[in-house]
């Protein structure tokens, strides 16, 4: 099994930036894809990005592209999350999750962190 601990969230204003980690335990980190997701207060959850095993493939959801970067260090068990410019819109609880797959914008999620909530103030 794979657990996932998630920090780095906050009370950001519109416009700046945070970075988020999520460490991950276990001994094949690097055997997984890894993804980032968000749920808003009273909203579905949502992918936001997600990075292939080795950290050469990327990919974001529309809302995000240009603003977030995705990241990995596999020697560090731990992938990231970049979050620039945000908006109120970011507000979200944002939880990390591993999977596998061929194709990274349909990846079945195994593992699931607990989330860290991310506040974006106007």
């Known amino acids: 099994q794979v657990q996932l601990v998630e920090s780095g969230g906050g009370l950001v204003q519109a416009g700046g930036s945070l970075g988020l980690s999520c460490a991950a335990s276990?001994?094949?980190?690097?055997?997984?894809?890894m993804g980032w997701f968000r749920q808003g207060p009273g909203k579905e959850r949502e992918f936001v990005a997600a990075?292939?095993?080795?950290?050469?493939?990327?990919s974001y959801t529309d809302s995000v592209k240009g603003r977030f970067t995705i990241s990995r260090d596999n020697a560090k068990n731990t992938v990231y999350l970049q979050m620039n410019s945000l908006k109120p819109e970011d507000t979200a609880v944002y939880y990390c999750?591993?999977?596998?797959?061929?194709?990274?914008?349909?990846?079945?999620?195994?593992?699931w962190g607990q989330g860290t909530q991310v506040t974006v103030s106007s």
């Open positions: 276990g001994r094949t980190f690097s055997s997984f894809a």
């Open positions: 990075i292939s095993r080795s950290g050469s493939g990327t």
């Open positions: 999750a591993a999977g596998d797959g061929n194709y990274l914008s349909r990846l079945q999620y195994y593992y």
